[in-house]
């Protein structure tokens, strides 16, 4: 029981890894410290599809599994829970397109953000 409840918390714990990767960029421009955060979360999340390596959360997710007496899924966190139900079936290479430019603007945006703001200050002092 308790590692099953270890599992669902790691399982919990990676979906919002995956929530903040998408939107961590954009959380940023109201809170820049999030920034340092979300850098150590888009590392890890393109040096895994880059790399493509098996991510050291699924294999946590299931050894707790296993050791919990269940069966461990095949594949992937992505493949298991998202794939076919976030969106359709086998367009993975899509949504990490679409997560890969969601971070790209999220990163210009806090830029222009950032600049805009560095601006007000200088012209409040003056």
Same mark, same amino acid.
């Given at each position: ?16 890894? #995956?929530? &903040? ?5 954009? *959380?940023?421009?109201? =809170? $820049? %410290? ?16 880059? #790399?493509? &390596? ?5 294999? *946590?997710?299931?050894? =707790? $599994? %296993? ?60």
């Amino acid at each position: 029981m308790v590692y099953r409840v270890l599992a669902d918390l790691v399982m919990i714990f990676h979906g919002a890894m #995956l929530i &903040f990767f998408v939107i961590g960029g954009f *959380l940023a421009w109201k =809170w $820049r %410290r999030v920034i340092w955060a979300h850098l150590f979360v888009a590392i890890w999340n393109l040096a895994i599809v880059i #790399l493509d &390596f098996d991510c050291p959360v699924t294999s *946590l997710e299931k050894h =707790w $599994r %296993r050791e919990g007496g269940e069966q461990p899924y095949e594949g992937g966190y992505i493949q298991h829970y998202v794939d076919g139900t976030v969106y359709p079936e086998g367009y993975t290479w899509l949504a990490e397109q679409i997560g890969f430019g969601l971070l790209v603007i999220s990163y210009l945006g806090l830029y222009f953000v950032s600049r805009r703001t560095r601006g007000r200050s200088v012209e409040t002092r003056t």
